[in-house]
């Protein structure tokens, strides 16, 4: 069980979370892997930050990009570079939890049918964990492609790659990752390789999402994932599906459970994406969701009811300040049920985050 892993980090301008995200990997029980940065051109002390841990510890590797390539695109050029038989990908300002690659690697090497590993995933909000989705899939142990697919498209299942180790061989032949999604091609890419590969899940968290304030998700509030980038993501999962029909890897009858999957009830997701959109108040988002639905969709009705809402006259204005104390009040109240339903993480968060930050005592962000 000496497998070679290459832990991915891509970074811009977050030498402190990066140092942490690092330590998070080198605190590693498993032993045998490499940590490769790539800086997107930040120009500031990163090179020096990274070159310090890497005179201590030559596992950790250093490229700078000569200019800003992007997020997407910087995942892609890593990705690419990657030569040992697994590796994961590591947000520079999120972290993974101890024994992590040691449970991968275990039940890789158990299930070599197992294309990649997904572990428990945990979002962390600076206070308490606000989302665990491993935990409500229902699946766990070698899942088969079709009832994965399932656990990852269904509405409230979404995760990121944080918590997976990935075989590099069944990504280069699934082709690899499509950054024109933008933030969904994570999700576009573990979708794609479930269609055509069994996965192992466990519901041990194995790492965890930082939702500080300049975190993409955090500071984006899901605008980049767009109506049409979205409808981009589902368009590219149903080609793979067809290909994967077409080349035998599955059934017809797992060709039609696939598609029902991500099409079932798209319609209904845009309309209530739009909502969740004025209530956040991205006017602007609405209106582009709402003529997705009209355009691509050809639900002119759902698309009229938006568009009222977001209108800037009096009804619109109402219906929009009554959706903002929707949202307040269910806030509220989620809030207090994640903090009882997730208490039980806060021990393995707070140890964790202590065993990575070092001498530096503010909290993450």
Known sequence: MNELITTVIPTYRRPRLLVQAIRSVLNQSYPHFEVHVYDNASGDDTSQVVAEIAERDRRVKYHCHPENIGLMQNFLFDIEEVSTPFFNLLSDDDYLLPGFFETAIEEMTAHVNSGFFIGGLLFFDGRQVVAAPVEGWGVEGAVESTRMFRALLLPGGWTTWTSSLFRTEIVINAGGLKPELGYGGDLELLGRLSIRNSVFVSRKPCAVINLHHGSASAADCGQEYSADKLLNLVESLEHEIARAE????????????????????????FFRRAFVSLAQGHRDSALETAQTLEARCGRDELAAVVRIAASTGAIGFAIRAGLRSLRFAHGQVRRRARQLRYEKFADSVEFSYKSIEGEDRKPLG
Do not use: H, K, Q, Y
């Open 246 to 269: 077409s080349d035998g890897v599955i059934s017809p009858n797992e060709t039609g459970a696939m598609r029902t999957i991500i099409r079932g009830g798209l319609e209904w997701r």
